[in-house]
């Protein structure tokens, strides 16, 4: 079995559209999109980590840089969906162009999308994400003079249930007999067993909690995470901090609010040389000082890019709740929103500089 050879000559259809698609808005955005990125080598680190079946037998796999692209598409787009996401590539003429795929070819099946997302692992998003911030940072872009690490709740895509009913379905899933359907095949979950109650602000929360950390200059997501929501946000800042470092030069400083602050992340900050932008707060033995309290004003004003970063991508993304029930593909789901969201942000930066 290999890749199905994507034929971009023109057939027919392509020629007879061929005058109208001049005047297409959406297509000349999907162009300049696919002009801010050298696919080739994010198509190289694909094919280094994709595996497809050896068998003679059966139909051809698709390019993992075609459903690669499709990810793409369907967070740009707000596409809620597989089934969706293929209704769209089907009816939107500058979508097939951006993919590569004659107008007279339908789009890959939804199930095929859903299989792709399982078949990458975190170190080939990783490297990914990185190789997309170096061409950034090669166009005159710095990202590592500063990060800003935060966390924010996420809806679990289940209805709640209570502590004590969540503990005996977790239960029952990790018997021998839970695991299994009537038919002896991996049992699909329904309920979501990775989510777990919190309280915020006296509010009860069920869900899953996002770790995330952006580059202060621009803007980019350098890293992000899910973890079940009862997890403290202090112990994610040293990941955060590791997992945003993207090119050779070093990370200069970490800003966070208050929640990061305690001797743990102080001294894993000094440990690494990486200056301390963590807001300070009151102990039980000394209030803050005139100084601290002006030192926590100027790292809030660096330190909102992050809330930006929230805010945009949960109004573009509905990024506050979970698309999935299992925390592993809402994990994939947040990386593939880092790679939309800079690749975006990185077009919008350039334009800009170059008006």
Not at 37 to 57: K, M, N, V
Request: net charge positive; glycine share 6%; with cysteine.
């Amino acid at each position: 079995m290999g890749f199905k050879k994507m034929d971009n000559s023109l057939g027919f259809a392509d020629l007879a559209l061929a005058s109208s698609l001049k005047h297409n808005r959406s297509l000349k955005l999907m162009e300049k999109l696919d002009k801010s990125i050298e696919w080739s080598r994010i198509e190289a680190i694909l094919l280094s980590h994709y595996t497809i079946g050896t068998s003679g037998e059966g139909a051809d796999a698709y390019p993992p840089m075609l459903l690669f692209k499709c990810m793409l598409l369907q967070k740009w787009f707000r596409i809620n969906s597989d089934p969706e996401l293929e209704n769209q590539i089907n009816d939107r003429l500058s979508f097939k162009k951006f993919l590569g795929l004659s107008f007279a070819k339908p789009s890959p099946d939804h199930s095929t999308f859903s299989r792709f997302r399982s078949r990458l692992s975190k170190n080939a998003m990783d490297q990914i994400n990185s190789e997309i911030l170096r061409q950034f940072e090669s166009k005159g872009l710095t990202i590592n003079e500063g990060i800003a690490v935060d966390a924010r709740l996420v809806k679990s895509a289940s209805r709640p249930v209570s502590n004590k009913k969540l503990r005996e379905l977790k239960e029952k899933s990790n018997s021998p007999e839970g695991k299994l359907d009537k038919n002896g095949k991996p049992k699909k979950f329904s309920r979501d067993l990775d989510s777990d109650w919190v309280v915020q602000k006296d509010i009860p929360h069920y869900g899953l909690k996002e770790h995330a950390a952006v580059d202060t200059n621009h803007g980019f997501i350098l890293a992000t995470t899910i973890t079940p929501s009862s997890v403290n946000d202090t112990n994610y800042l040293p990941y955060c901090t590791v997992y945003s470092r993207h090119t050779k030069q070093k990370i200069e400083k970490v800003y966070a609010d208050k929640g990061y602050a305690g001797k743990p992340n102080r001294e894993f900050l000094a440990g690494n040389k990486i200056a301390d932008g963590i807001m300070r707060k009151d102990s039980t033995t000394a209030k803050l000082t005139e100084y601290e309290i002006e030192r926590n004003k100027k790292i809030s004003k660096v330190r909102y890019i992050v809330e930006q970063y929230f805010g945009i991508s949960h109004l573009k993304d509905n990024a506050k709740r979970a698309r999935f029930t299992d925390i592993a593909k809402n994990k994939f789901d947040g990386w593939y929103r880092q790679t939309a969201y800079n690749i975006s942000k990185g077009l919008k930066i350039l334009k800009v500089a170059t008006v």
